[in-house]
Nanobody
C-alpha cells in the first residue's frame, strides 16, 4: 500500500514537501516515482528514484523538484521548490519498474493522490 500526504494550497514561488509511506513490499529493492494529474489532463511522471538511488526528472520540473527515499522508514519524498500555478495537480506516488539504465518502464501499484494547488 502507498499513502501520500503533504498536499495543500501554496503560493507561487513557495515550496512544499510531499511524502509517501510504502508498505507491504521489499521497499529497499523497489524503484519509486511521483506522478501528477491536472484536471482534464493525462497522468504524467514528475520524478523517479531507483533502488540504487538514481533519480530522473522531466524538463518541466528539473531543477525545482527533488525526489528522495528513506529506506529505514519506507518513505519516498518529493521536495517541490519555486512552485508555479501549472504545478497544480493531484500528485500520486507509485512503485515502478525501471530498466537497467534507470528509466521507468511501467507502474506496478498506485497510491491515492494528494492535491497540490498553487495559487495566490
Amino acid at each position: 500500500q502507498l499513502q501520500a500526504s503533504g498536499g495543500g494550497l501554496v503560493q507561487p514561488g513557495k515550496s512544499l514537501i510531499l511524502s509517501c509511506v510504502v508498505s507491504g513490499t521489499g521497499f529497499s529493492l523497489e524503484s519509486l516515482a511521483w506522478y501528477r494529474q491536472a484536471p482534464g489532463q493525462q497522468r504524467d511522471l514528475v520524478a523517479w528514484i531507483t533502488h540504487q538511488g538514481w533519480t530522473g526528472y522531466p524538463d518541466s520540473v528539473n531543477g525545482r523538484f527533488f525526489i528522495s527515499r528513506d529506506n529505514a522508514n519506507e518513505m519516498v519524498n518529493l521536495q517541490m521548490n519555486n512552485l508555479k500555478p501549472e504545478d497544480t495537480a493531484v500528485y500520486y506516488c507509485a512503485v515502478v519498474n525501471t530498466s537497467q539504465t534507470g528509466e521507468v518502464r511501467g507502474v506496478r501499484s498506485w497510491g491515492k493522490g494528494t492535491l497540490v494547488t498553487v495559487s495566490s
